[in-house]
């Protein structure tokens, strides 16, 4: 089983609507991201959380909102979609017990299509 | 200078050849040093840590120069299933942003039977 999973793995849908996507985690780790990926870009950083209820904001939060009410699951809402937030959405986990924070485990990614 | 730059690539080469991949960063005060690699439409995997001057994993080596602010990845006897985007990731340095990672946009290796 895969140790970070992702849903929906692919979704399509219209200007406006509100979209959330989900992440969980069997790892056990305690700090999660939230990533945006688009062709010939790097990866960017949308949402982080170091912990229960513990939001903090990257580069790129305007237009998303997140929730983390439990450790091993984090989402990411778009309140009202719209076309340029079409994207490869990537969620990834790190622990920060391990002294070796930054690295940084990713799920299988949600490809967004806003019409 | 970018935060992270990398060569776009794409580097082709044969199989059993040796590649090198070069990344340089702009904060000198970043402390995590990372390859990833990425295959196509998939997520990216940690292929290396980077926290000294430099560590070897099998065909795999990474090298850290600080003072230049370069990391390099070596790949030896490449294999086909080497085929991927390999991407530099740092971390954006001290306070709030050591715990943030900029990812470069990668360097697409295809190696050629």
């Known amino acids: 089983d895969a140790d970070v999973t992702q849903t929906p793995r692919n979704r399509i849908t219209k200007t406006g609507k509100r979209i959330m996507l989900e992440c969980s985690q069997t790892?056990?780790?305690?700090?999660m991201y939230w990533y945006r990926q688009d062709p010939g870009l790097g990866l960017r950083l949308i949402y982080y959380?170091?912990?229960?209820?513990?939001?903090n904001k990257g580069e790129i939060s305007d237009g998303y909102s997140v929730s983390r009410q439990a450790q091993a699951k984090f989402s990411l809402s778009l309140e009202s979609a719209i076309p340029n937030q079409t994207a490869l959405y990537f969620c990834?986990?790190?622990?920060?017990?391990?002294?070796?924070?930054?690295?940084?485990?990713f799920g299988p990614g949600t490809r967004l299509t806003v019409l | 200078r970018k935060e992270v730059e990398q060569d776009p690539g794409p580097f082709n080469v044969p199989e059993g050849a040796t590649v090198a991949f070069n990344c340089t960063y702009s904060?000198?005060?970043?402390?995590?040093f990372f390859w990833y690699r990425q295959d196509c439409r998939k997520e990216p995997k940690l292929l290396m840590s980077?926290?000294?001057s430099g560590n070897e994993d099998g065909r795999f080596t990474a090298q850290l120069n600080r003072a230049s602010q370069y990391i390099s990845l070596l790949i030896r006897d490449s294999k086909l299933s080497d085929s991927a985007t390999y991407l530099c990731?740092?971390?954006?340095?001290?306070?709030?942003?050591?715990?943030?990672?900029?990812f470069g946009k990668g360097t697409k290796l295809s190696v050629i039977p």
């Open positions: 904060n000198s005060a970043s402390q995590s």
């Open positions: 980077v926290y000294s």
């Open positions: 990834a986990t790190s622990d920060s017990w391990t002294g070796k924070y930054n690295e940084q485990f």
């Open positions: 990731v740092v971390n954006k340095g001290s306070g709030a942003g050591s715990y943030q990672l900029t």
């Open positions: 959380s170091f912990d229960v209820k513990d939001i």
């Open positions: 790892k056990g780790h305690d700090r």
